[in-house]
């Protein structure tokens, strides 16, 4: 593998991360306001399923060549053009709700093509870290971005119930675009140039580099298990990252403080978890960390659905945000040490397609069971189911003992 010059690179990383807090808080933001905006309105679990789809599905099409183009081409260039193509049609959409067209159905296009633009975004911004941090720093970089994303976590919430409850979703909106606009000016004075192709680039179009890719996956023992977890793992907590605006709504109240409360309480863990990342650098196994945090997650989540107050829900779901940063920066430098960096685009869309696929399928099942039946039920059944698989991984040493012996080819 060719050998990197990281000059000056921890202003390269300030330049990096600042863009896209940025661009991340206006997303977030959004994300929340719209998410309340349909719960507040409808209490419907059919028009919140519709939202996701709308969300994620549009990414999975995408993410199949987004992958390839994050290991072909310019990621900083792509991650410019999807930040703008996010947000004009937000600023489009805003204009409208100003005006008085407020239709459910103008929220689920533009969703669509939000989902697009982050589709096309995320690998890229997965992958790029690796060209401008070297390989012992990338832990507490990581960390660090982790931390400053529970910060917007924590942040975006409280923003988006004052935002929405004051100005209506049409300020959020805004904000969304002034925040992309900045974040691209920002990125653009990051001094990192276009990959260089090495020998190991495959040589062909779009499909043969996608069939590459899904090859390498399948012929890679530890990340075949990785995305075989993932879509297990992502289809289990579906109901704990989706439907518990719902729970807060039908179990304790409709106000919008309730439901910025939930959210600010996993911000407040997340970062709790991100600070303890970067001071100490999580467990030396990326796998060990991954399942810990799995059986956490699903015995928390199942103790959502029988928490019989609000203060001990919040109380639950802080710790349950502590193992976010331990879990997904396990993921993340699992795949920067073992992947190549020529085929990193392609492993980071595979994770995004398995997110974007089976959450909507999760939905399509959960959304409309939530209103048969209690989400409490829903919640407790999936975190057993949670917590099982991860003890499997836990049981699993083969699968531990990849984490030590298989790396990435220099």
Request: contains cysteine; neutral net charge; hydrophobic residues 55%.
């Amino acid at each position: 593998m060719e050998q990197v010059a990281y000059t000056n690179w921890k202003r390269n990383v300030f330049i990096f991360i600042a863009s896209q807090t940025l661009s991340l808080t206006g997303s977030m933001t959004v994300s929340f306001a719209v998410i309340w905006y349909i719960t507040l309105e409808t209490s419907s679990g059919f028009l919140m399923t519709l939202s996701i789809v709308c969300s994620f599905l549009p990414q999975i099409l995408i993410s199949l060549f987004a992958g390839v183009w994050a290991d072909r081409y310019d990621r900083k260039k792509l991650i410019i053009y999807a930040d703008l193509f996010i947000a004009i049609p937000t600023l489009i959409l805003a204009f409208l709700f100003l005006s008085g067209i407020t239709s459910l159905w103008l929220i689920f296009t533009i969703s669509i093509v939000r989902s697009i633009g982050s589709g096309v975004q995320s690998p890229a911004v997965g992958a790029i870290l690796p060209q401008i941090v070297p390989p012992d720093k990338l832990m507490k970089v990581n960390g660090i971005n982790s931390s400053i994303g529970s910060v917007m976590m924590l942040v975006t919430p409280a923003l988006s119930g004052l935002l929405l409850s004051i100005f209506g979703l049409s300020a959020t909106l805004f904000l969304d675009f002034v925040t992309a606009v900045t974040a691209v000016v920002i990125l653009s004075f990051l001094p990192i140039a276009a990959r260089a192709k090495s020998a190991d680039d495959p040589d062909s179009n779009v499909m043969a580099e996608l069939a590459a890719g899904i090859a390498y996956a399948r012929s890679h023992t530890l990340i075949k298990y990785l995305l075989v977890f993932y879509a297990l793992f992502f289809f289990l907590i579906t109901p704990a990252a989706f439907l518990t605006p719902l729970l807060v709504e039908r179990s304790f109240g409709s106000d919008v403080w309730l439901l910025t409360a939930n959210e600010i309480s996993w911000s407040v863990g997340c970062l709790i978890g991100g600070l303890a990342v970067t001071m100490t650098g999580g467990f030396k196994n990326r796998i060990f960390t991954m399942a810990i945090s799995c059986i956490a997650f699903g015995v928390l989540f199942a103790a959502l659905g029988i928490a019989s107050n609000f203060t001990l829900y919040l109380a639950i779901m802080l710790v349950a945000g502590v193992f976010m940063p331990l879990f997904g920066t396990a993921e993340t430098i699992l795949i920067q040490e073992q992947v190549p960096e020529y085929m990193m685009g392609r492993v980071f869309s595979m994770i995004q397609i398995i997110a974007s696929s089976v959450m909507p399928l999760g939905m399509v099942l959960f959304g409309p069971l939530a209103d048969i039946v209690s989400i409490e039920s829903i919640m407790i059944g999936t975190g057993i189911l949670t917590a099982i698989l991860g003890v499997y991984i836990f049981m699993n040493k083969k699968l531990m003992l990849l984490n030590e012996y298989q790396h990435k080819p220099e």
